[in-house]
T-cell receptor, first 112, second 108 residues
Framework: NAGVTQTPKFRILKIGQSMTLQCTQD?????MYWYRQDPGMGLKLIYYSVGAGITDKGEVPNGYNVSRSTTEDFPLRLELAAPSQTSVYFCQTRDREKGELFFGEGSRLTVL | AQRVTQPEKLLSVFKGAPVELKCNYS??????LFWYVQYSRQRLQLLLR??SRESIKGFTADLNKGETSFHLKKPFAQEEDSAMYYC??????????FGQGTELSVKP
């Protein structure tokens, strides 16, 4: 039982490049989230999904896209990387019944 | 708009002193509120949720709809309570947002 698997752990991008952060879970949770965490700013919600085929914007969605074709996978896409997207990104699932959160290890992204 | 505010970035108390970590929210519907804790080098874990009305590790939190607050309290702080604490709000559609977090430091 792997929980939430998030890749890559580290990535350096040049301005204008694109990339996808992968997130996979094996707990059959319907609720999945992508957050970014900047120093002193807490967790900001980028996008979330309450089930396969359903996604919705969070607090800071600009510059990102997501898809949810299966319950297990919730990739986050950066189309044109910008320095403002330098951050640590966390994928998360939530057990709707108990309120428990399950986080991926985080992905540290630097855009130069 | 859905918003969570934790006004204190850092709260420092002595062991045995009472602790109150403040959380105010903005939401027009019926919110579901949580407190999460992150100990050093560990992942976020659930501490409390308002619908369960439990006391975990001596912490309690009461939802005050009139003041739109969900403050976290403990009568006697312990050194092992030192951690980052995040208040979070979920709407009925599943959206979950966090406050900025409060670092609690309990000194011996």
């Amino acid at each position: 039982n792997a929980g939430v698997t998030q890749t890559p752990k580290f990535r350096i991008l040049k301005i204008g490049q694109s990339m996808t952060l992968q997130c996979t879970q094996d707990m059959n949770h319907n609720y999945m989230y992508w957050y970014r965490q900047d120093p002193g700013m807490g967790l900001k919600l980028i996008y979330y999904s309450v089930g396969a085929g359903i996604t919705d914007k969070g607090e800071v969605p600009n510059g990102y896209n997501v898809s949810r074709s299966t319950t297990e996978d919730f990739p986050l896409r950066l189309e044109l990387a910008a320095p403002s997207q330098t951050s640590v990104y966390f994928c998360q699932t939530r057990d709707r019944e108990k309120g428990e959160l399950f986080f991926g290890e985080g992905s540290r992204l630097t855009v130069l | 708009a859905q918003r969570v505010t934790q006004p204190e970035k850092l709260l420092s108390v002595f062991k045995g002193a009472p602790v109150e970590l403040k959380c105010n929210y903005s939401y027009s519907g019926s919110p579901e509120l949580f407190w999460y804790v992150q100990y050093s080098r560990q992942r976020l874990q659930l501490l409390l949720r308002h619908i369960s009305r439990e006391s975990i590790k001596g912490f309690t939190a009461d939802l005050n709809k009139g003041e739109t607050s969900f403050h976290l309290k403990k009568p006697f702080a312990q050194e092992e309570d030192s951690a980052m604490y995040y208040c979070a709000l979920s709407n009925q559609g599943g959206k979950l947002i966090f406050g900025q977090g409060t670092e609690l430091s309990v000194k011996p």
